[in-house]
């Protein structure tokens, strides 16, 4: 069963957990770019202050605010959450947007799962309240053993 991961963190923990779809909302702080022209560089080049062959500052390659989306990751953010069967939604307030609505573009199952309430947890059909790390263990051993007394 494919699993899409459709994030806003921007350190790649995704990836080195073994996740292999992931979708990068906000960019990754892996990568370095022009802040002028857009182009690529190399970690060396931003460590070292380079400027770019256009005169730009070198800048890791994520999005701040009043940017646009990566337009990549975007629109197959969108086409993967309108396939899919279940919605897991993890460790967010919701007030990000435009990444705040992905939950709510899709038909599937959505659930929610936080450390505290946002005032969303009703439009979605299940909230789980608690840490990200203990809630998923309790869910995988909730899986793996169906029979277990529910936590």
Do not use: K, M, S
């Given at each position: 069963m494919p699993v899409c991961v459709c994030t806003r963190n921007v350190d790649r923990l995704h990836q080195l957990a073994g996740s292999r779809?992931?979708?990068?909302?906000?960019?990754?702080?892996?990568?370095?770019?022009?802040?002028?022209c857009g182009a690529p560089h190399g970690e060396e080049d931003f460590l070292g202050k380079t400027k770019c062959a256009c005169g730009g500052r070198l800048r890791p390659d994520v999005v701040l605010f009043g940017e646009m989306l990566p337009s990549d990751a975007w629109r197959s953010s969108l086409d993967a959450i309108r396939k899919e069967d279940v919605v897991l939604v993890i460790g967010t307030s919701l007030q990000v947007?435009?990444?705040?609505?992905?939950p709510?573009?899709?038909k599937?199952?959505?659930i929610f799962l936080n450390a505290e309430?946002?005032?969303?947890?009703?439009?979605?059909?299940v909230f789980i309240r608690g840490g990200a790390r203990n809630s998923l263990i309790a869910i995988d051993r909730r899986i793996d053993d169906p029979a277990s007394p529910r936590a």
């Open positions: 779809q992931v979708r990068e909302l906000h960019g990754t702080i892996r990568e370095f770019r022009c802040h002028d947007a435009p990444v705040n609505q992905l709510f573009l899709t599937a199952r959505r309430e946002t005032g969303y947890e009703h439009q979605f059909d």
